[in-house]
């Protein structure tokens, strides 16, 4: 058991560690989430996945018979994914035995999650999530790399006051809120009194499909449950201190969130209002954007996090949330009214940045940091 050795800067641009890849489980691998964490991690150069785990019902299987039917990605199915033999997840002893790191996609219960959760992380497994179930936890960080790297910080207080020996737990935050939180972080400066939100969802976020999801054709659904108070509570986390108790998550400012339901295939939209105590002219909040992409270099960081994009129809999401990879926001539509009111319309990849990339992203900044350890020897 190490902690993780130097990151190397390669001649192409890259960054490898010493001493290897990290062993990775995907647990959760025949979801939407799970599959997209399979694309991104196989080739990473951090990582190299040797376990792919999901319910009883896939166990047993190869990984390319789990997924048959249900591989909705362009990407080929990596062929030494395909030949994987799937684990149950609740296999925690024996996976936990081969991994160092796990990330989390799985379909259960809000108990059941957090048991599954837990018990991988007192198994010593660095595991991030995707699910919900710690994110109103104090000791439990909820990381967009981005905007609060600094929560992982918390992590040797979350280690002595759970006994994860060498495991530890970071999850992510609701896919929703990746449009106009990350747009919103290099504002802050002039003091954010209220966000009004309204977000238009696309269907992959409930793990649907056109074929699967026939309902929604020419329709929309106005209510998503839980969504909104997700979209409420989870940014004054984000937004929160690290304190002796965990996270104490910010006073201000006050949000108030409409999600819907909406016939497209990949990519949340947020049409968003802004009052801040100190308004901000359109030249100062483009300047902002243009300027931010934080100082971490990782190997999934988007070469420019923040998207301006001056045509009056834009962003639209057949045209603009694969920008970057899916790992960019694309914003549009920015208007400061004579109240004072800043508008503006947000577009994120939900599957991407807003789960599995933003996953994958958030692990690479503990990883950089020291946090994580290497339990497996290459």
């Not at 018979?65 to 395909?82: C, F, M, Q, T, Y």
């Not at 969130?257 to 105590?277: I, N, P």
């Not at 129809?313 to 057949?318: K, T, V």
């Amino acid at each position: 058991m190490t902690q993780i050795g130097e990151i190397v800067r390669a001649e192409d641009g890259g960054a490898r560690l010493t001493g290897g890849k990290l062993k990775v489980a995907v647990l959760g691998a025949t979801g939407m989430v799970g599959q997209q964490l399979v694309r991104l991690l196989n080739d990473h150069p951090w990582f190299e996945i040797v376990a792919v785990a999901a319910s009883a019902n896939s166990a047993g299987k190869f990984y390319v018979e789990a997924v048959r039917g249900r591989w909705p990605l362009e990407s080929h199915l990596p062929d030494n994914i395909a030949a994987l033999k799937v684990w149950d997840i609740q296999a925690v002893e024996e996976i936990g035995s081969l991994v160092d790191v796990a990330f989390c996609a799985v379909d259960l219960d809000r108990d059941g999650v957090l048991r599954l959760e837990d018990a991988y992380a007192k198994k010593g497994v660095w595991l991030t999530s995707n699910n919900s179930a710690y994110r109103p936890d104090p000791f439990v960080p909820m990381v967009i790399p981005a905007v609060n790297p600094h929560h992982l910080e918390l992590i040797p207080d979350q280690r002595k006051a759970r006994g994860y020996r060498t495991g530890a737990l970071i999850v992510k935050s609701n896919c929703s809120i990746q449009s106009y939180v990350i747009a919103l972080e290099p504002l802050r400066e002039f003091e954010i009194e209220r966000i009004s939100v309204h977000s238009e969802q696309a269907i992959s976020g409930a793990g649907k499909t056109f074929e699967t999801f026939p309902e929604i054709e020419k329709n929309l659904i106005p209510l998503i449950n839980g969504e909104e108070h997700k979209s409420e509570v989870e940014p004054l986390k984000i937004w929160g201190k690290v304190g002796a108790d965990g996270i104490v998550p910010a006073t201000a400012p006050r949000i108030k969130a409409k999600c819907v339901r909406v016939g497209v295939l990949h990519g949340h939209t947020a049409y968003v209002a802004v009052k801040f105590k100190r308004t901000p002219t359109p030249e100062q909040i483009l300047d902002r954007w243009e300027r931010y992409n934080p100082p971490d270099q990782l190997p999934s960081a988007p070469r420019k996090l923040i998207h301006y994009l001056p045509e009056a129809d834009r962003p639209q999401p057949r045209l603009d949330v694969m920008t970057e990879k899916g790992m960019a926001v694309s914003l549009g539509q920015l208007k400061v009214d004579n109240d004072g009111i800043v508008s503006f319309t947000g577009l994120s990849h939900n599957l991407i940045l807003g789960a599995a990339g933003g996953a994958v992203l958030a692990t690479e900044a503990a990883i950089a940091r020291q946090l994580v350890y290497r339990r497996i020897e290459s």
